[in-house]
Nanobody, 124 residues
Framework: QVQLVESGGGLVQAGDSLRLSCVVS????????MGWFRQAPGKEREFVAG????????YYADSVKGRFIISRDNAKNTVSLQMNSLKPEDTFVYYC?????????????????WGQGTQVTVSS
């Protein structure tokens, strides 16, 4: 059974930084493409960032490019999302996601496994 457990969410002020982490178990982590998504109540879950097996390839949504950094540590089965220069519009529940395969996709339906989500709230 694959489990993804996120941590690191919280309440911060605009301009602050926050680091989310996601620990994966039950699967060979180094063969999972990893992604972060976010969702507001009543809205579609949207892609934030994705990273390939070896970290050689990363993709970001335009809304976070230059502010967020996705990284992974295959030895620790962990993927992280460093969020800098946070804005109130970054307030969402953030989800860690994993997919079997080698390509990064931005569509949520391409991901096989999901975490429970962690709330990030940015006050102005």
């Amino acid at each position: 059974q694959v489990q993804l457990v996120e941590s690191g969410g919280g309440l911060v002020q605009a301009g602050d930084s926050l680091r989310l982490s996601c620990v994966v178990s039950g699967r060979t982590f180094s063969r999972l493409v990893m992604g972060w998504f976010r969702q507001a109540p009543g809205k579609e879950r949207e892609f934030v960032a994705g990273i390939s097996w070896s970290s050689s390839t990363t993709y970001y949504a335009d809304s976070v490019k230059g502010r967020f950094i996705i990284s992974r540590d295959n030895a620790k089965n962990t993927v992280s999302l460093q969020m800098n220069s946070l804005k109130p519009e970054d307030t969402f529940v953030y989800y860690c996601a994993a997919r079997d395969g080698s390509r990064i996709y931005s569509k949520r339906t391409e991901y096989d496994y999901w975490g429970q989500g962690t709330q990030v709230t940015v006050s102005s």
